[in-house]
């Protein structure tokens, strides 16, 4: 089985430049994260999708993140315009319920600087 | 959301066993408790559950109080590749969402 493919891995811009990072979660997940963890600390959650439907943004900086699933299966995270503080490993995970519980399949991660 | 506390980091053997703490004292009766375990340069990866009984898998144990109020996860043969940052985290049911601390940093000696 595929894991939790993300791409870029490493993606290097300018302060005020716009960036994108692309997730695909395991086929058959319906719910999708996106964390950011900065050096030397846990993840921290900005997104969680049902399907297509974002079900909890409430850390997502919505003045300069945006985030889509479209058709709830890839999604697409952008940081436009890309501050120095938003240097940091993006990460998209997946799951799927089963016995009540949700366990996540972790991608490798986006490392993110902006100089 | 509950809390856990783990201490910042541990120092292990090659080959021997390694117990790693979490206390949880303001659990509530749906939260399951999590392992998830950082390689370096690595997304998180799943380790273990459980919600009132031990469980044991391919890869740790996880023993829980019978108060629920801590717990501990067991690797019972410590290898390098198990050198990573571990991730004790406390999570109901509605969707999984994961709330991730300082975790335990765990090194292994050879």
């Known amino acids: 089985e595929a894991g939790v493919v993300q791409s870029p891995r490493y993606k290097i811009i300018e302060k005020k430049q716009p960036v994108a990072f692309w997730c695909n979660p395991i086929s058959g997940h319906n719910t999708l994260y996106w964390y950011r963890q900065n050096l030397g600390q846990g993840p921290e959650l900005l997104i969680r999708?049902?399907?297509?439907?974002?079900?909890?943004d409430s850390q997502l900086p919505k003045d300069r993140f945006s985030a889509e699933r479209l058709k709830g299966v890839d999604s697409t995270l952008k940081i436009q315009p890309a501050e120095l503080g938003d240097s940091a490993v993006y990460l998209c995970?997946?799951?799927?319920?089963?016995?009540?519980?949700?366990?996540?399949?972790f991608g490798p991660g986006t490392r993110l600087t902006v100089l | 959301d509950a809390k856990t506390t783990q201490p910042n980091s541990m120092e292990s053997n090659e080959e021997e066993p390694v117990h790693l703490p979490c206390n949880h004292s303001?659990?509530?009766?749906?939260?399951?408790i999590h392992w998830y375990r950082q390689l370096p340069s690595q997304g998180p990866e799943y380790v273990i559950h459980?919600?009132?009984s031990n469980v044991n898998n391919r890869m740790a144990s996880l023993a829980i109080a019978e108060d629920r109020k801590s717990s501990t996860l067991i690797l019972h043969r410590a290898t390098l590749r198990d050198a990573a940052v571990y991730y004790c985290?406390?999570?109901?049911?509605?969707?999984?969402?994961?709330?991730f601390g300082q975790g335990t940093e765990l090194s292994v000696k050879p």
């Open positions: 995970a997946s799951s799927k319920r089963l016995a009540g519980v949700h366990t996540q399949y």
């Open positions: 985290i406390l999570s109901g049911t509605q969707g999984g969402k994961l709330i």
């Open positions: 459980g919600l009132t």
């Open positions: 999708y049902e399907n297509e439907e974002a079900v909890d």
């Open positions: 303001t659990i509530s009766g749906t939260d399951y």
